[in-house]
């Protein structure tokens, strides 16, 4: 079992640490690539990185683009509520050049 670090901001944290966010969406990049089932992530809050949760990892989803993700899931446990508007959210979140060099996962 392998323990990860990633960073948070207030919003995600706040929906994970309340239950309302079971999978955090990333690209599929080499950090990601390391993350299998068991394994434990601490979530650390960007603007406060003395506050930390510490989940468990327990399903992998991998798609192609976010878009495909949230379409293909319940919008829901990504603490969304529309999947079109969380796809265009994260098309902010990541350059261009990373989004073609990096397909995507929903970590649970």
């Given at each position: 079992?392998?323990?990860?670090?990633?960073?948070?901001?207030?919003?995600?944290?706040?929906l994970?640490?309340?239950?309302?966010?079971?999978?955090?969406?990333?690209?599929?990049?080499?950090?990601?690539?390391?993350?299998?089932?068991?394994?434990?992530?601490?979530?650390?809050?960007?603007?406060?990185?003395?506050?930390?949760?510490?989940?468990?990892?327990?399903?992998?989803?991998?798609?192609?683009?976010?878009?495909?993700?949230?379409?293909?899931?319940?919008?829901?446990?990504?603490?969304?509520?529309?999947?079109?508007?969380?796809?265009?959210?994260?098309?902010?979140?990541?350059?261009?050049?990373e989004?073609?060099?990096?397909?995507?996962?929903?970590?649970?």
């Open positions: 079992m392998t323990v990860h670090t990633m960073n948070l901001k207030a919003t995600p944290f706040s994970i640490e309340q239950g309302r966010k079971t999978i955090e969406a990333r690209l599929y990049d080499k950090k990601r690539r390391r993350v299998q089932l068991g394994d434990t992530i601490i979530f650390c809050l960007v603007d406060d990185p003395t506050r930390t949760i510490e989940v468990k990892v327990i399903g992998l989803l991998r798609y192609e683009t976010f878009g495909d993700m949230f379409a293909h899931n319940d919008i829901n446990k990504f603490g969304g509520d529309n999947a079109e508007a969380m796809a265009e959210k994260f098309l902010t979140y990541y350059k261009q050049a989004r073609d060099m990096h397909s995507v996962i929903g970590i649970e």
